[in-house]
């Protein structure tokens, strides 16, 4: 449903336990070693770049991503060759 359809959104759900769930994770990261966030800065630069791959620089749909929500089903494997 949307909120345009007259059906009013909780700001409990929506704002308030996003942000405090924001805040927890901001602590936590706060509190890692440098190397634990080191490694998970390259993982992540890691990952982006294996997207950009298999996207071909972003312009086409990652494998498995039909647009229309978690997945179809289908159990494509993600592959490097075009």
Not at 24 to 53: E, F, K, M, P
Not at 58 to 79: I, M
Request: glycine content about 14%; charged content about 10%.
């Amino acid at each position: 449903m949307c909120a345009s359809a007259g059906l009013q959104l909780n700001p409990v759900s929506y704002v308030v336990v996003p942000v405090i769930g924001a805040v927890i994770c901001a602590y936590l990261l706060s509190q890692l070693d440098s190397n634990a966030i080191a490694l998970g800065v390259s993982w992540l630069v890691l990952g982006v770049v294996v997207l950009a791959l298999i996207t071909h620089g972003f312009k086409a749909a990652p494998p498995g991503d039909d647009g229309h929500g978690e997945g179809n089903g289908r159990g494509r494997r993600l592959t490097l060759a075009s």
